[in-house]
């Protein structure tokens, strides 16, 4: 079953969404994002004529009642986004007879299911080297099945839309689908268009393919990087990651961020690219800095020449070029992780430049898909978000879809 073919007319849906929004101090929503995300599905099921149940996370109670994490706080903005009014459940395991009396066309909110540690599955106040442990982690997964159970009572359908725990198993985003058959459960629109918008950079393929991996560390990024190279045709790799290559490589890297422990990987990385025939692409100069904040004094070095007391902030001029070559005629495009400390406005420069050739090749019909924390941040930051193809809603789950691992949350519906 699909949610553009189920008809909601008189159903009752339980919805799994991720209202983690972040609030200030007094409440206030700053980002609605996520919100926004979820409405086509939620309005889809409420027009069809059916009573929605929502249900989110929010923070990380960990498996307790804690008022700032509250969904009570979301109450007013989900209804004015809808344009109806919320009810709202205040123990989401205890909601069956407020969802029982719902009406088609009605709505209600449970609270926070973190505050139950059921949801998350994981024994609380026991320690993992606890001899007792194991039994305890038995007893709460048998929980964890009674928690998603009760549920699940309350809806005829369930739907999910949360990519962003899709990579979590769940009661909630993955335990709880096996109470209904495959007629009932299905994945929301946000959580289609991420599944699909990832396929189309895994295995809907059009080359050339570039992948831009940048961030801090290869160590993080080691298992997509391994995936890719299986795939691209240009493999990009920037940010922090270029100076453990540079160290690997015989250089000296001054102060830079560098993996130690890593440089043997760093070389492997170099000879498999080799033996696959992927043009690995990495930086040759870079801005460096004498300390790491904005306002430093800054020369532009080799990124193998690199003396002690200064560090590698940001991709070169040359490397840039070298950079912006290997997207611009690309026609599909992953990016992840900025070229440099693109926080301070003084080593935005590399990112920028990967912006705008993502941008440049997106307008001569490149599919670019952007993900996976910071990168989203920093192509927010340029203001480009709409010259790219599609920004993923999902950081850990979307790197772990790119690992090629096998998404729970989305198992649990398509088998
Ligand atoms: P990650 O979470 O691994 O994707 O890393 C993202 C972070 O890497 C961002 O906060 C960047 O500021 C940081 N980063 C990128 N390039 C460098 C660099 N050359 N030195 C230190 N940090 C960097």
């Given at each position: 079953?699909?949610?553009?073919t189920?008809?909601f007319?008189?159903?009752k849906?339980?919805v799994?969404?991720?209202f983690?929004?972040?609030?200030d101090?007094n409440?206030?929503?700053t980002?609605d994002?996520?919100?926004r995300g979820a409405?086509?599905?939620?309005k889809?099921?409420?027009?069809?004529?059916g009573?929605?149940i929502i249900m989110s996370?929010m923070?990380?109670?960990?498996g307790k009642?804690?008022a700032?994490f509250?969904?009570?706080?979301?109450?007013?903005a989900?209804?004015?986004?809808l344009g109806?009014?919320?009810?709202?459940?205040p123990?989401c395991?205890?909601?069956g007879?407020?969802?029982?009396?719902l009406k088609?066309?009605?709505v209600l909110l449970?609270?926070?299911l973190r505050?139950?540690?059921?949801?998350?599955?994981?024994?609380v106040?026991?320690?993992?080297?606890d001899?007792?442990?194991?039994e305890a982690?038995e007893?709460?997964?048998q929980s964890?099945k009674?928690f998603?159970k009760?549920l699940?009572?309350?809806a005829d359908v369930?739907v999910?839309?949360a990519?962003?725990t899709a990579?979590?198993?769940h009661a909630?985003?993955a335990?709880?689908a096996?109470?209904?058959d495959k007629?009932?459960k299905m994945?929301g629109?946000?959580?289609?268009?991420?599944v699909k918008?990832?396929?189309n950079?895994?295995?809907?393929?059009?080359?050339?393919f570039?992948a831009?991996m940048?961030g801090s560390?290869?160590?993080?990024?080691?298992?997509?990087?391994?995936?890719?190279?299986?795939?691209v045709?240009?493999?990009?790799l920037?940010?922090?990651?270029?100076y453990t290559?540079a160290?690997a490589?015989?250089g000296?890297?001054g102060?830079?961020?560098?993996?130690?422990d890593k440089?043997?990987?760093?070389?492997?990385i170099i000879?498999?690219?080799?033996e696959k025939?992927?043009?690995?692409?990495?930086?040759?100069d870079c801005?460096?800095g004498?300390a790491?904040s904005?306002?430093c004094?800054t020369?532009?070095?080799s990124?193998?020449a690199?003396?002690a007391?200064w560090?590698?902030?940001?991709?070169g001029?040359?490397?840039?070029k070298t950079?912006?070559?290997a997207?611009?005629?690309a026609k599909?495009?992953?990016?992840?992780?900025?070229?440099?400390?693109f926080?301070?406005?003084?080593?935005?420069?590399g990112?920028?430049a990967?912006?705008d050739?993502?941008?440049?090749a997106?307008a001569?019909g490149a599919?670019?898909?952007?993900?996976?924390?910071?990168?989203?941040?920093?192509?927010n930051?340029?203001?480009?978000?709409?010259?790219?193809?599609y920004i993923?809603?999902?950081?850990?789950a979307?790197?772990?879809?790119?690992?090629?691992?096998?998404l729970p949350g989305?198992?649990a519906?398509?088998?």
């Amino acid at each position: 079953m699909t949610i553009d073919t189920c008809n909601f007319k008189d159903l009752k849906a339980i919805v799994r969404v991720d209202f983690n929004v972040p609030l200030d101090e007094n409440g206030k929503i700053t980002d609605d994002t996520r919100i926004r995300g979820a409405l086509p599905t939620l309005k889809k099921i409420l027009s069809d004529g059916g009573s929605l149940i929502i249900m989110s996370h929010m923070g990380k109670p960990k498996g307790k009642v804690n008022a700032k994490f509250s969904l009570g706080q979301i109450v007013d903005a989900v209804s004015e986004k809808l344009g109806v009014p919320v009810q709202f459940a205040p123990d989401c395991a205890k909601a069956g007879e407020a969802a029982a009396a719902l009406k088609p066309g009605e709505v209600l909110l449970l609270e926070n299911l973190r505050f139950y540690p059921e949801e998350e599955g994981k024994p609380v106040g026991i320690d993992k080297e606890d001899p007792a442990y194991k039994e305890a982690k038995e007893a709460m997964k048998q929980s964890q099945k009674e928690f998603a159970k009760t549920l699940a009572s309350y809806a005829d359908v369930y739907v999910n839309d949360a990519f962003g725990t899709a990579h979590r198993k769940h009661a909630s985003t993955a335990v709880i689908a096996d109470s209904f058959d495959k007629d009932h459960k299905m994945l929301g629109y946000l959580m289609e268009k991420e599944v699909k918008a990832v396929n189309n950079v895994l295995n809907n393929i059009q080359r050339p393919f570039t992948a831009i991996m940048g961030g801090s560390k290869v160590s993080t990024k080691i298992g997509i990087i391994e995936n890719l190279m299986d795939k691209v045709d240009n493999l990009i790799l920037c940010g922090g990651m270029t100076y453990t290559f540079a160290k690997a490589l015989g250089g000296e890297v001054g102060q830079s961020i560098c993996e130690e422990d890593k440089l043997d990987l760093a070389l492997s990385i170099i000879e498999k690219a080799k033996e696959k025939g992927v043009n690995l692409v990495l930086g040759t100069d870079c801005v460096a800095g004498d300390a790491f904040s904005n306002d430093c004094n800054t020369q532009v070095l080799s990124v193998k020449a690199i003396p002690a007391g200064w560090e590698g902030l940001d991709a070169g001029p040359e490397t840039r070029k070298t950079f912006a070559a290997a997207i611009e005629g690309a026609k599909t495009i992953l990016w992840n992780g900025p070229a440099g400390v693109f926080e301070f406005d003084n080593f935005a420069a590399g990112s920028k430049a990967i912006a705008d050739a993502i941008a440049k090749a997106t307008a001569e019909g490149a599919f670019s898909l952007i993900g996976g924390g910071d990168s989203v941040a920093c192509i927010n930051k340029f203001g480009m978000a709409d010259q790219v193809s599609y920004i993923s809603t999902g950081g850990g789950a979307l790197l772990e879809a790119i690992e090629g691992k096998v998404l729970p949350g989305i198992a649990a519906i398509e088998g």
